[in-house]
């Protein structure tokens, strides 16, 4: 006998199972919820891909921006290493061509850089009186005995001293161009007085044999020679007046400035400088060839310029170095090259002053020179920047790549010439060379007239290990 007595029965008996089933689930939950926790709230699965999905895309981007800066990284070492191989090739290291050149003039100069301390003997001209120092020689320049080197105007006077200077020149140029004018005047009124009396002979022969045309135009003649005449008198007797009215300004400005205006003489002959200090004559007694280089300190004092400035009674306004010859101490770190006896050459760093001078001594720190010349340049300072030029050799210049089989001294040396496209050796004498270049001679000092030595514009061979005497070269 079924346990069910129809389809519709066993339908309603499951649902009935399942509906108690879940009863029983719920009521077993609720139990559990009153002592437990609250279970944390669900993080939404669609917010952890969002974030995945970013991370995923900056990473992407990192990566592609690390593949293009080793690319980039690439590149650059990739363009250097041929760039070097580039030079390299043209600079023929790298090639089997060879190089040639011309043999060229140039100049080969050894120096060394210092200061320059200019020991002088020096004579002090002090003021007078009180007032404006107003210099009437300039600076530099070559004075006598009992000179007028300077006035000292009193306050508001210098504009009439001023234009009392420009009417002496005035004067003095007026009296040198007159002298001149008056020659050629003389000269002139010399040449058409003896054409006048020419003429006038002439006329004379004329009026006896009638012929009136020829006496017409020969009497014109006469006027415009007498015209020329008195042109060149007046013009001669207009200097004169010229040159008087010049020396009534003078006699008037003088007596403005009379009592107003001191003259500065010189007692010494030599050159004035209107630069001072407290340095002036402090060598004049010492023994300038030992001198060393804790006693150049006492050059480094201030210098003021008195020309055009107001001074006092008493004060020192000028020197007078009275001497034609004076010192010049070089304080360098490099005295290997000095030697005494030799000329060498000193040159401002800014190319205002450039001397030869002989040195005299070499102490443990400064070399002396001896000059007698651009005195006038250097008057006005006490130390410069210099480069010393120990050695200066000009003539055939050539690379010192060029030149093998040096002897033992480094003075005679072998270089490959082309002639008649063969490969020729030629051993010279190097006079002078640095670390790149060499100045060389003819041929060397044992090699007779017969030898064909180098001569300007002849072609040799660079890389001379490349090449072999008697080798064709084309």
């Not at 007032?131 to 105007?153: C, D, F, M, T, W």
């Not at 017409?216 to 009215?245: P, V």
């Not at 017969?450 to 084309?474: L, R």
Request: aromatic share 6%; net charge neutral; hydrophobic share 40%.
């Amino acid at each position: 006998m079924p346990l069910y007595k129809s389809q519709d029965d066993r339908k309603k008996k499951s649902k009935n199972v399942i509906h108690e089933a879940n009863d029983e689930l719920e009521i077993a939950v609720s139990k559990t919820a009153l002592f437990s926790e609250p279970a944390p709230a669900r993080v939404h699965k669609k917010t952890d891909e969002v974030e995945r999905s970013q991370k995923r895309k900056r990473y992407i981007r990192k990566r592609r921006k690390n593949k293009l800066a080793g690319f980039a990284v690439t590149m650059i070492f990739t363009a250097v290493i041929l760039l070097v191989l580039v030079v390299n090739i043209t600079q023929g290291k790298l090639d089997n061509r060879i190089r040639t050149n011309y043999v060229k003039h140039g100049v080969i100069e050894k120096k060394v850089s210092g200061i320059a301390y200019f020991l002088r003997e020096e004579i002090k001209i002090t003021a007078s009186h009180s007032g404006r120092l107003v210099p009437v020689v300039s600076e530099g320049e070559k004075v006598g005995v009992g000179q007028v080197i300077a006035y000292i105007v009193s306050e508001g006077m210098e504009e009439y001293l001023n234009e009392l200077r420009k009417i002496e020149q005035r004067i003095s140029t007026a009296q040198n161009s007159k002298g001149e004018s008056e020659a050629l005047i003389s000269e002139d009124v010399s040449v058409i007085d003896e054409e006048i009396e020419r003429i006038r002979n002439e006329i004379a022969i004329c009026s006896m044999k009638g012929n009136m045309y020829s006496f017409l135009n020969l009497k014109r003649e006469l006027d415009s020679l007498f015209e020329m005449r008195n042109e060149l008198t007046m013009n001669a007797e207009s200097k004169d007046a010229y040159i008087q009215s010049l020396q009534q300004k003078r006699v008037e400005l003088q007596n403005l400035l009379n009592g107003k205006m001191h003259k500065i003489t010189t007692a010494n002959a030599g050159v004035v400088s209107f630069h001072v200090d407290e340095a002036i004559g402090l060598f004049d007694t010492m023994d300038i060839k030992g001198v060393c280089q804790s006693e150049l300190a006492i050059l480094d004092t201030k210098i003021s310029n008195t020309a055009n400035k107001n001074v006092s009674y008493g004060e020192v306004v000028a020197r007078i170095t009275p001497g034609v010859s004076y010192y010049i101490a070089i304080d360098t770190d490099k005295l290997d090259g000095f030697e005494e006896g030799e000329t060498v050459t000193v040159k401002a760093r800014d190319r205002k002053y450039e001397t030869n001078a002989k040195i005299v001594s070499v102490n443990e720190d400064v070399a002396i020179l001896e000059t007698s010349s651009a005195l006038a340049s250097c008057v006005s300072k006490r130390s410069v920047e210099v480069d010393v030029i120990l050695q200066h050799q000009e003539g055939m210049k050539v690379p010192l790549r060029c030149l093998s089989d040096w002897d033992e001294a480094k003075v005679t040396a072998r270089i490959a010439l082309v002639r008649a496209n063969f490969v020729e050796y030629v051993y010279v004498n190097v006079l002078a060379r640095n670390d790149e270049y060499a100045i060389i001679s003819s041929k060397t000092k044992f090699d007779d007239d017969a030898t064909q030595g180098v001569k300007y514009n002849d072609i040799f061979v660079v890389n001379h290990e490349k090449v072999k005497e008697g080798e064709v070269v084309k």
